[in-house]
């Protein structure tokens, strides 16, 4: 069986990033999320340079009779290109002693973070772990949450829920709002509510 395209920001061909904002616009406007439930997340730390930190979502498609999940990755990043007005993407182990001086004094410098949803090729499933690890490098999964059949949230409940989170603590702030408060906060609240 084919892997099914009919979700938009779920199910869909090659591999695509967006923001948080993004990725709950794009579900708000189909039909299929509030269907497609999240079966079980991982929350996940690379083991070598800045030891980042990412959650791992595993959605499940609406139709039963399909035997597809989407995975998508969850992270918080930062943005040092803020003030010139480009928006790039970039790990924290790629930042120059200005960019991170810049993060233990806030005040001289505010930086805004990226917190976005990576929506994973399905030909990268057979080989996730390999994915990951050449994405992240070593990486270890801390904890998993599986979720009952009576308890799953829907794929729009995770996009609001990540679209509240950023909007709490839209700044990075390595003592306070860096990667690692951005997936335990998704972690807890996801534990707590569901």
Known sequence: MEYPTDVPGLFSLGETQLTVAEWRKVLLYSNFPPRCVLEWLTFCKATRGKEHEFIVL????????VPAT????????????????????????SFSALQISSL????????SAIDSVLITSNTVHSHWETYL?????SYKTLCTLEFSA????????ISVLLFVINRHAPDYHLWKFQCYWFAMTIWE????LF
């Open 58 to 65: 595993y959605f499940r498609h609406w139709n039963a009779s």
């Open 70 to 93: 989407a995975r998508l990755i969850v992270e918080r990043a930062l943005n040092p290109y803020q003030m010139d007005g480009r928006s790039t993407i970039m790990h924290s182990s």
């Open 104 to 111: 233990i004094s806030p005040t001289s410098l505010q930086t």
């Open 133 to 137: 690890g050449g994405r992240y490098g």
């Open 150 to 157: 009576t308890s799953c949230p829907s794929a729009t409940q």
């Open 189 to 192: 609240t996801i534990k707590q």
